[in-house]
DNA sequence: GCAGGCCCTGTAGCCGGTATAAAGTCAAGC
DNA sequence: GCTTGACTTTATACCGGCTACAGGGCCTGC
């Protein structure tokens, strides 16, 4: 198959496919005599396999080096957990801080009513406020 | 006070204030005659400001529009709302989205024990499971 | 007069794609 | 045989929000 029934049957775009290829992700294909790249039923699985992993956020250099362990068998796949382990601290710690965000956005949006002009804005007001409370990283006494 | 001053007391790089100032975040200070950036309190108070904006993970051009609707005192506010509004509405939609993965991630990670080699490995598995049956974004019948 | 710290401009890199340009290939229809 | 249009190729630039580096100038203290 050609590289555009590939990309539509892995739900992507076909740069995004050459884009893999050239990172690493993808093998390169055999050509046809026009150059064409000419696809396999394992370059779909690989394919998918990629974006699933993509799907759950993990990082390029990840996914390859899973890929990479997937080749052999033999090995303990400690170094997968880990990597598995890493990345969902990574998100769990993201969802914590946009939730704190959320939260502060909420108490900002909450400062202003509608119908008001920008003098007498809550938010601009709030905004500017807690930009002065803040200075710097070293506003705690003795800071590094 | 010079760039160095100014980045220090706002806690960023002094990179970052140039980068500002290029964004037209920042306005341009006087210069000294030999070049060197002469800032005022003004463009601290501005700069903080930008960095508070920045810790909502506000985007540059949402602060950029922010910070020139602030000029305008008599003008309303409702552009400031509305822009607040749409920011806590994409942070609310990363965050549940965030929440959801790290559910995924949770039950992947519960797929494989320690002490288990590459062709025993739970998580492997289930990554390559998963992405058979995902196929592509056409799953549904009838889809579009 | 020179070492080291600050400053200047310009440029490139990060990530994971996405978009564009300019050209070649191929099948169908006239 | 010729055109049209869908597909493919490579190369290159762009997105955000910085960060890093190269190669120079300035300024202070010893």
Known sequence: ?????LARRAGVDVQTVRYYEREGLLDAPARTPSGYRAYGPAHLER???????????MA???IRRVLALAREASVACDEVNQLVEAHLARVRARRQALERLEQ?????RAQ???????AGCGILQE???????EACAC??????
């Open 139 to 144: 506003h705690v006494e003795g800071a590094r």
């Open 127 to 133: 905004l500017i406020h807690a930009a002065q409370g």
């Open 112 to 118: 202003c009513a509608s119908g008001q002009r920008i």
């Open 1 to 5: 198959m050609r590289i555009g029934e």
């Open 60 to 62: 390029l250099a990840d």
């Open 104 to 108: 502060q956005l909420e108490a900002l």
């Open 47 to 57: 394919l998918r396999f990629v974006r699933h992993c993509r799907s759950l956020d």
